[in-house]
């Protein structure tokens, strides 16, 4: 009853004490939203198109249920198009009053592509898994990110929350590449496209160019480059960057990736998971910490291809990143390093990175020397004499010894990972002064006597000091 009158006095004097305007700041959607309706809270919600429209909804807050970026089928170049400073938050039930009320997981937030309502949906739950799933007409993008047109895209600009999936980019020019995501950064002077991506899932995405999930598209003096974090990338498939594609020509494709696992992407071609493609002074050199890539496969660079084609530079920073069992048909199951041109400088940095179980070999590099401290390889032989220097720069502290990894789970924190052996060769292992003070399921680091080796960092069983397991 006292709860019963508190609110009753609140819901009276708010009308009072806040204008209208500030009440609409943050604007409501579910799937049954309505462009007449005002979007204050979720009796009178908008749609999603209508909410990106109105200049006035500067966060949105979307409840659980798929949206498609339109209904009419054949109208493939509609998308959910973002051109503005703006925070989107998907995982919501529709009865929440703060944004951390809200669960990603629980309320499962989709954005497809799926326009026709035609695609394999045998689990009823509107989510492609794997891109094999698509058929009819689908979207060429299912979000478009424009930091060109209008002004640049910054990480003031969020996505957050979200299973992004079902996108087909089969059209013509830009319209054949990132049919999950698009984000452009390219063309007028000062364009930029480096929003913030959080708590998303890429699956089921297929473009018949490059990056089936994501194209960041950097070229022409511009900028793309995203923070991913919490990201899941899986069943995604492209010719080129079969989850990412990082266009670096004559401007920067620069993300970084924080906590992502990539798995179960196919390229036809190259970077089965990710292509950095730097080129005419331009670079693709992204940071990836605490990162996960597993079962991707492709023709060359299972898990990444880093390429420069003339003057630039793809030279990505890898820091505990746990890279295991992809397959490349040609070369470099794990990291292809690939110099092609005058002036290309290629020359990857790896500190505390698990390679191992890749095929065909590791890590295969042409006119590229990359730089490997502390980092399990497979066949590397380990640092010193017996250092395969094919590999590149020995920088210390590697090892060539099974890291006993099982299976891709969700260990905690969300995302699937590879959790090392207690008695394999990553426990405490790594190097001190690279060890991010969270590991990708966001347990501290170091755990025991050190920093390990890879993504995930084992958090040792407790041993009273008489030797004895600690009762439960
Ligand atoms: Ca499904
Ligand atoms: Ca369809
Ligand atoms: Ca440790």
Not at 55 to 64: D, G, M, P, Y
Not at 308 to 331: D, E, K, Q, Y
């Amino acid at each position: 009853m006292i709860r019963h009158s508190m609110y009753c006095a609140i819901a009276l004097a708010l009308p009072l004490a806040m204008p209208a305007t500030v009440l609409a700041d943050t604007c409501h959607v579910t799937t049954a939203g309505d462009s007449g309706n005002s979007g204050a809270d979720w009796s009178a919600p908008l749609d999603l198109q209508s909410a990106l429209a109105l200049s006035t909804c500067s966060e949105i807050w979307v409840a659980a249920g798929v949206y498609t970026p339109t209904t009419i089928p054949g109208a493939t170049n509609v998308s959910f198009r973002i051109d503005r400073e703006v925070a989107i938050y998907g995982g919501f039930a529709g009865t929440e009053t703060a944004r951390d009320e809200r669960d990603p997981r629980s309320h499962v937030t989709v954005l497809s592509g799926d326009i026709d309502n035609d695609d394999v949906n045998d689990d009823g739950n509107g989510i492609a898994e794997s891109y094999s799933d698509i058929t009819g007409s689908n979207s060429n993008h299912v979000v478009y990110l424009d930091g060109a047109t209008l002004q640049p895209i910054t990480a003031a600009t969020v996505l957050d929350g979200f299973t992004i999936t079902a996108g087909y980019a089969d059209g013509g020019a830009q319209y054949d590449s990132g049919a999950g995501l698009y984000c452009l950064g390219t063309g007028t002077a000062g364009a930029g496209c480096t929003p913030t991506l959080a708590q998303l899932v890429f699956s089921g995405n297929r473009a018949v160019s490059s990056g089936g999930a994501v194209f960041n598209d950097g070229s022409a003096g511009g900028n793309a480059s995203p923070t991913f974090r919490n990201v899941d990338f899986h069943g995604n498939f492209a010719s080129h960057g079969g989850a990412m594609y990082n266009l670096g020509e004559a401007g920067n494709s620069s993300p970084l990736l924080d906590s992502v696992t990539l798995h179960g992407n196919r390229a036809n071609f190259n970077g089965a998971a990710i292509y950095n493609y730097g080129a005419s002074s331009g670079q693709a050199s992204p940071t990836l910490v605490n990162v996960t890539i597993n079962d991707n496969h492709g023709q060359s660079g299972g898990g990444l291809l880093n390429y420069c084609g003339s003057s630039g530079a793809s030279s990505p920073t890898l820091t505990n990143v746990t890279i295991v069992g992809n397959f490349a048909t040609v070369a470099g199951g794990g990291l292809r390093n690939w110099s092609s041109g005058a002036g290309c400088v290629v020359t990857p940095t790896l500190h505390n990175v698990i390679l191992w179980g890749n095929m065909h070999l590791q890590m295969y590099s042409e006119n590229a020397v990359p730089v490997v401290g502390h980092s399990i390889i497979q066949g590397s032989g380990g640092s010193g004499g017996a250092w395969d220097a094919n590999l590149g720069t020995d920088a210390g502290g590697n090892l060539d010894a099974d890291p006993l990894l099982g299976p891709l789970q969700d260990n905690g924190g969300g995302l699937p990972t590879l959790l090392p052996g207690e008695l394999g060769s990553a426990i405490d292992n790594g190097d001190a002064n690279a060890c991010p003070a969270l590991d990708q399921r966001g347990i501290a680091r170091p755990q025991g006597a050190g920093c390990d080796i890879g993504a995930v960092e084992v958090v040792p069983d407790r041993i009273f000091s008489d030797g004895f397991d600690e009762l439960p």
